[in-house]
């Protein structure tokens, strides 16, 4: 996850500004609403794919965009933002002479879209003089005309405004009414409208939709100065406005008395243990460092999969590609070629762009491939990579994986990380029945702090909530933990896996790669695991 | 969409202030045309230009505001876009701590535009890259960098007659080399005011040197450690903590410069006596634009003198509930040090960690400003004076304001921008008493 944008979100948290939108231009709530007309863009397509033939390309793909998004900020009792944002334009990638070249326009008329056209494969014509390797493009079936759209029950852009500000003052009223000195909540929600053309004759319309619902709750004792929050248990998600209807199937008791949530969110609920819970932090005693089992909640284990086994395992990154800014990875190709044991036998980790509800869920990727799910890590042995069309014939394949993706009609797609998750286990197992057998654990629910080195190596994480375990009982929340890792001994340190029934999706919103920096979201899905003897250190300093 | 002048911005403003039916009007106009190239295994990989103009539109109608942007400036649009921001603020609640538009301004010009960083041209990057690529291609280590550059301008106006109009330009390099096999790296980074201060030759080399000679890392304990920290490596640590210098969170009991029992530390002793940080738009070598997103004047500012807490931002909320005045956001931070260079604070130490980097740090404590990241692309152990041999890298936990109170002696400030920093900083390096690392990373 980038800094940059929890530092720009906390900037507008903290200012209550209206400031510009890091999205785009701002709109008027009813245009969240309107679509564009496949048949005007399948004819502007058209037209770019000829001038990009004509000008010598021999392969031509065009992103038509419309990309909206809102976001309602509050905290305590007020409104501190209401921003509706679009960016519509298209961008149009060519191979010419074996060299990528690329350019964007913001101007949707035959003209702009030909001379764009043109532009980038002037661009590629240029490129190619310093190119030693032509492009090699993997094959992508030829799909036609087809679309694909979220599974969503309810477009939460159809939703006023008003609701949901409603929705979000009544959350804050609720953790202040159960103790909270202060809340923070907000409200994304992103639709992309995506068309996609191609010289290997598909025409994809998709319009994919995603929600997070973020909370901090904050109890602070002026006594002693202490300050402590915790924040929410939800999951962005590819999900409409139903995922905030709170069903009770979708929550799970965990045995530490905290409750976590499915498929669906009751952000009230959580508010009000959030406002518990941050103020028995305050009260709660502080870790004693050493070696711990520890017990991961997925509304944990999603970022520590993200950061230990999504990232190194981007191809573009074992390669070298992101060697200046995000790094290199431990996972180099040999490691590959002898199946290097990543993890213990129990974990089975898989990538997957189709799973219903997880942000990376599209039906064709970025340049055009239909997506799938396919195996990383099997029985703890590496076996795969994810890949794009340039890239397919490194690993050997005859097709990419479909990970391509660009967080603008005006940014140029490249890789990026599927939904990576952890396979639940195949033995009938719950988080009540893993924690009986722990002798010297830490249970560890919701993701904190993060970070970790340029291979993808050494890593540490917090969490929000930290309960210990003592001879196969919880006995009461710790605090100031957080643990560190050397990623293969971590996923090597891996003893049990829940069963499928406590499978849960987590995700980031906001990840960053590349330069420029690009956005994408994702998911990471698993059941609650156990991990032996992990070195947990006290976060608890002194400032005098 | 060129670059527009002080005229041309302030005619589109001045229509917008016309157009506006609300009680009062502010409105932004910025603009950018930016160029970038990007190079990894020896090779270009992507480049491309940006050109982006942006009018944002804020109306108010009693407490209630809208907020509307669009990218065209035809007359058409401008009334479109004010428009819509006139209906979002009727559909907003009112929001309690609304504040009016800032009355007429007068803003002293910095100078922030530089014409030699304006004039780069695509041609002038490709060279960039080649001369970044040439010499590590020589001797068989792999080159990965970014070179982006860009000229903007910012206009600002409102319906109580406020104007500033400014042009600025950017330039930022960073250059990553390894060795073929992977054991060695090496970091070179660039934030320049003047496109001709940049000398890419010479700056490779400090790259090419740093991945030769860490390529036989040895293995040391974690723990507590004299370190030389270079400038980069403290931005990433100063910066981070100087987000957080913010009146409202302090006096609200949640940050730390909160007060046991209430309030905020503004004017204790948090630091060692060397400290002095201050923020100055005119500055000549780091300039930053003379106003800030609010339209606030910035001024030159002691934000830590002698170690004293200096500064706390007021935002105008803020500053009217407590009867304080309103300040604006910091454009840059200056740190202040000594004469001597990083290789002069080496030659001074008698055992200790010289630090080139640090990397992917994040907040695990906002209590104590307790952070965690990593040291990269050149550790290296000193003994009497000289570097012995190259070091693993290490993770380290440390609050930035722990670290300021162990200083053993600052050397000379040079500019730094920080991957992940949007603010120029001029920092020290500086040796630093019993900072701690935490466990050893094998990430080379």
Redesign the interface.
């Known amino acids: 996850m980038?800094?940059?944008d929890f530092?720009a979100l906390s900037g507008l948290a903290?200012?209550?500004?209206?400031?510009?939108?890091f999205f785009g231009?701002?709109?008027?709530?009813e245009e969240l609403l309107t679509v564009l007309d496949p048949a005007i863009k399948k004819r502007l397509a058209d037209d770019a794919l000829s001038a990009a033939r004509d000008a010598g390309a021999t392969y031509c793909d065009v992103r038509i965009g419309r990309y909206l998004s809102q976001a309602v900020m509050t905290r305590e009792?007020?409104?501190?933002n209401?921003?509706?944002s679009e960016s519509t334009g298209a961008g149009i990638r060519v191979i010419v002479n074996g060299a990528?070249g690329?350019a964007a326009t913001?101007d949707l008329s035959p003209k702009g879209v030909v001379a764009a056209a043109k532009q980038a494969a002037a661009?590629a014509r240029a490129?190619s003089k310093?190119?030693?390797t032509p492009v090699q493009l993997a094959k992508a079936p030829a799909f036609g005309e087809v679309s694909w759209k979220t599974p969503i029950r309810k477009n939460a852009m159809a939703v006023p405004?008003?609701e949901k500000?409603e929705l979000l003052l009544g959350v804050n009223a609720a953790a202040l009414e159960a103790g909270a000195?202060?809340v923070n909540s907000t409200l994304f929600v992103v639709n992309e409208q995506k068309y996609f053309a191609s010289t290997d004759g598909s025409w994809i319309d998709q319009d994919v939709h995603r929600i997070w619902a973020p909370m901090s709750v904050?109890a602070?004792d002026?006594?002693?100065?202490?300050?402590r929050?915790r924040d929410g248990l939800s999951a962005p998600m590819g999900l409409g406005w139903e995922y905030l209807d709170g069903n009770s199937a979708d929550k799970t008791e965990l045995p530490v008395g905290s409750t976590v949530y499915g498929m669906s969110y009751d952000m009230r609920e959580d508010a009000i243990a959030a406002a518990r819970q941050a103020q028995d932090k305050l009260k709660a005693p502080s870790v004693k460092p050493g070696k711990y089992d520890l017990v991961l909640d997925p509304s944990h284990t999603w970022l520590t999969i993200h950061e230990s086994v999504g990232h190194p395992l981007e191809l573009d990154r074992v390669?070298?590609?992101?060697?200046?800014?995000a790094?290199?990875s431990?996972a180099?190709l040999d490691k590959r070629k002898e199946h290097f044991q990543y993890g213990s036998d129990k974990v089975h980790i898989f990538a997957d762009k189709t799973q219903p509800g997880s942000l990376g869920a599209v039906g064709y990727d970025d340049e055009g491939v239909k997506c799938k799910r396919w195996d990383l890590i099997r029985e703890g042995k590496l076996v795969d990579y994810q890949t794009i069309r340039d890239q397919a014939h490194i690993l050997g394949k005859s097709e990419s994986d479909g990970c391509c993706y660009a967080d603008s009609w005006?940014s140029?797609q490249f890789q990026r990380m599927a939904n990576v998750s952890l396979a639940p286990g195949k033995d009938k197992l719950g988080p009540a029945e893993i924690v009986k057998n722990v002798e010297n654990g830490i249970y560890i629910v919701g993701a904190g702090?993060?970070?970790?080195?340029?291979?993808?190596?050494?890593a540490?994480f917090?969490g929000q909530l930290f309960f210990e375990i003592k001879d196969g009982k919880v006995t009461g929340p710790v605090e100031?933990v957080?643990y560190?890792i050397?990623t293969p001994e971590f996923w090597n340190a891996c003893v049990a896996v829940a069963d499928e029934s406590d499978y849960r999706l987590g995700g980031s919103f906001f990840d960053g790669k590349g330069?420029?920096s690009q956005s994408s979201a994702v998911s990471h899905g698993s059941s609650t695991a156990r991990f032996n003897g992990i070195?947990v250190?006290n976060?608890?300093?002194?400032?005098? | 969409m060129s670059i527009l002048d002080e005229e041309q911005t302030r005619a589109i403003l001045g229509k917008v202030i016309q157009l506006s039916k609300a009680d009062e009007c502010s409105a932004m106009l910025n603009g950018e045309t930016s160029g970038n190239i990007r190079f990894a295994l020896n090779s270009v990989s992507t480049s491309g230009s940006i050109d982006n103009a942006e009018l944002i539109v804020m109306v108010a109608f009693g407490k209630r505001t809208g907020m509307a942007s669009i990218n065209q400036f035809d007359d058409a649009s401008l009334e479109r876009v004010v428009r819509h921001a006139e209906e979002l603020a009727r559909l907003a609640p009112e929001n309690p701590e609304f504040m009016p538009a800032i009355d007429k301004q007068e803003y002293k010009a910095s100078a922030t535009f530089s014409e030699s960083t304006a004039a780069i041209t695509p041609e002038y990057r490709a060279e960039v890259a080649a001369k970044s690529i040439a010499p590590c291609k020589e001797k068989n280590l792999v080159a990965a960098g970014f070179l982006e550059d860009g000229k903007s301008f910012s206009a600002i106006a409102n319906s109580k007659g406020n104007f500033g109009y400014q042009k600025a330009t950017s330039f930022n390099y960073t250059c990553t080399v390894r060795t073929e096999d992977g054991r060695g790296s090496g970091w070179v980074g660039r934030s320049l005011k003047e496109a001709t201060d940049f000398k890419v030759e010479d700056e490779i080399q400090v790259a090419i040197r740093k991945a030769t000679e860490s390529a036989e890392a040895r293995a040391l304990e974690p723990g507590k450690y004299t370190v030389v920290l270079e400038p980069a490596a403290v931005a990433g640590l100063v910066g981070f903590m100087m987000f957080f210098f913010d009146a409202r969170s302090a006096d609200e009991g949640r940050s730390f410069l909160s007060k046991k029992g209430g309030g905020n530390r503004l004017g204790e002793q948090l630091f060692d006596k060397q400290v002095n940080i201050i923020t100055d738009p005119w500055d000549a070598g780091t300039p930053a634009l003379p106003w800030d997103m609010m339209g606030l004047p910035r001024q030159r500012q002691d934000l830590v003198k002698d170690g004293k807490v200096a500064f706390l931002n007021y935002s105008r909320y803020w500053a009217e509930k407590q009867g304080k005045q309103a300040t604006a956001m910091p454009g840059n931070i200056l740190m202040a040090g000594g004469s001597k260079s990083t290789a002069e604070l080496v030659k001074g130490t008698k055992k200790g960690l010289l630090v080139t980097r640090t990397w992917y740090i994040r907040m695990v404590d906002p209590q104590t400003v307790l952070l965690t990241g990593l040291t990269r692309d050149g550790t290296f152990y000193i003994e009497n004076g000289e570097i012995k041999y190259p070091v693993k890298n290490f993770r380290f936990n440390e609050s930035p304001v722990i670290m300021l109170n162990n200083i053993d002696e600052l050397g000379k400030p040079v500019r730094v921008q920080g991957d992940e920093s949007p603010i120029a900083m001029v920092l020290p390096p500086m040796r630093l008493r019993d900072f701690t690392f935490t466990s050893l990373s094998d990430a080379v």
Not at chain 1, 14 to 21: F, M
Not at chain 1, 222 to 227: A, I, V
Not at chain 1, 539 to 544: E, F, P, S
Request: glycine share 8%; no cysteine; hydrophobic share 35%.
């Open positions: 980038q800094r940059r530092l903290t200012s209550g500004l209206l400031v510009p939108s231009r701002a709109i008027a709530a009792d007020k409104v501190q209401v921003m509706n990528w690329f913001s661009i490129n310093y190119q030693s405004i008003k500000v000195s202060f904050t602070i002026k006594s002693t100065g202490k300050f929050s390669l070298g590609y992101e060697a200046n800014f790094g290199t431990f180099t005006s140029v702090s993060f970070s970790i080195d340029q291979q993808r190596y050494n540490q917090g100031d957080a560190q050397r330069q420029p070195n250190i976060t608890a300093r002194a400032l005098g």
